[in-house]
């Protein structure tokens, strides 16, 4: 499973999030927003395109981050530490 995690700094949702994924045992990518948002080298292969798509379907994207995208699915922060309970106990 891939977990990667999109935030920008100073973002306390943000920080609160990446505490309750290591707490629920799971390891993550994290990236910056800011970086996902502005042209760059590879922005049609690293996913870009998708995370801008979820983010323009569910509106702003300040008031969507942390936004969490599990193997190819994405996540609000509630829904993502749905999943990731759900996943854990799979594993369990």
Same mark, same amino acid.
Request: include cysteine.
């Given at each position: 499973?891939?977990?990667?995690?999109?935030?920008?700094?100073?973002?306390?949702?943000?920080?609160?999030?990446?505490? =309750?994924?290591? %707490?629920?045992?799971?390891?993550?990518? !994290?990236?910056?927003?800011? /970086?996902?948002?502005?042209?760059?080298?590879?922005?049609?292969?690293?996913?870009?395109?998708?995370?801008?798509?979820?983010?323009?379907?569910?509106?702003?994207? =300040?008031?969507? %981050?942390?936004?969490?995208?599990?193997? !190819?699915?994405?996540?609000? /922060?509630?829904?993502?530490?749905?999943?990731?309970?759900?996943?854990?106990?799979?594993?369990?």
């Amino acid at each position: 499973m891939k977990i990667r995690f999109y935030s920008r700094p100073g973002c306390g949702k943000c920080e609160s999030a990446k505490q =309750k994924i290591k %707490l629920l045992g799971f390891e993550y990518e !994290e990236h910056t927003l800011e /970086y996902h948002i502005t042209l760059h080298d590879g922005w049609r292969k690293d996913g870009t395109t998708e995370l801008m798509a979820y983010l323009a379907y569910k509106g702003d994207p =300040k008031v969507q %981050l942390p936004t969490i995208q599990i193997d !190819e699915k994405y996540f609000d /922060y509630p829904g993502a530490m749905r999943e990731l309970k759900k996943l854990r106990k799979v594993k369990a």
